[in-house]
């Protein structure tokens, strides 16, 4: 099946500092999504990414979706405390067929931010 | 808007026994719900997918006599785990998507955190 490789697993920074991070796929997504996940809840859609090559900001987030649509990365900029939790990027199969916009998750990658 | 509420948050239940996750749509339709399960430091993992008034179609490795999927109406999933053991203890996470042709977005719920003793 389709797999996404997300990294990386994990980063520990300081309170400022910008944070990237990247997922590749072995296939081609046509919407790439961002979603945040704290502590016992749900995710939460950050960013969503409809078209290759798009860039996209919301706030101090900025994602892209690659030319190739077989790739996304996520940056951060000037952390703070908040920003903890736990980062997915997620691929969506289109909603056409018995497929219903499907979709496949990054392994995750674990922000900490030291103040 | 596009809440999608989980009931229990949490539940404790003993090997051998069934329990009951309820999934809601609270302000949209939904035509399909997704059910996922998460593993500690873990990525989500969907189980299957649900449509109104459809049989659910399971993932691959998922058992679907396990996890009995029901979408009785455009906003109610609900997941059993049947003869639950320790090893069904995971986070069940649903979405619902209104799946019309403005969006197939997913909505999250919070989490059912399901511990098996």
């Known amino acids: 099946g389709q797999q996404l490789n997300q990294s990386p697993q994990s980063m520990f920074i300081q309170e400022g500092e910008d944070v990237s991070m990247n997922c590749t796929s072995s296939s081609i997504f046509n919407t790439w999504l961002w979603y945040k996940q704290d502590p016992g809840e749900g995710p939460v859609l950050l960013i969503a990414l409809y078209k290759a090559g798009e860039l996209t900001s919301n706030g101090r987030l900025t994602a892209q979706f690659g030319i190739t649509r077989k790739d996304s990365f996520l940056n951060i900029s000037a952390s703070i405390p908040s920003d903890v939790g736990i980062y997915f990027c997620?691929?969506?199969?289109?909603?056409?067929?018995?497929?219903?916009?499907?979709?496949?998750f990054g392994q995750g990658t674990i922000l900490t931010v030291h103040p | 808007g596009a809440v999608v509420s989980q009931h229990p948050s949490w539940v404790i239940c003993k090997s051998g026994t069934s329990v009951k996750i309820e999934c809601r749509s609270l302000d949209f339709q939904a035509t399909t719900m997704f059910w996922y399960r998460q593993f500690p430091k873990q990525s989500l993992m969907l189980m299957a997918t649900?449509?109104?008034?459809?049989?659910?179609?399971?993932e691959q490795g998922v058992e679907k006599d396990k996890f009995l999927i029901n979408h009785a109406s455009l906003t109610l999933s609900t997941l059993t785990v049947t003869s639950a053991h320790p090893e069904d203890s995971s986070f069940y996470i649903c979405s619902a998507t209104p799946g019309d042709e403005d969006s197939y977005e997913q909505y999250f719920g919070p989490g059912t955190r399901l511990t098996v003793t």
């Open positions: 649900s449509n109104e008034g459809s049989k659910a179609t399971y």
């Open positions: 997620a691929g969506q199969e289109d909603a056409g067929g018995t497929s219903y916009g499907k979709l496949t």
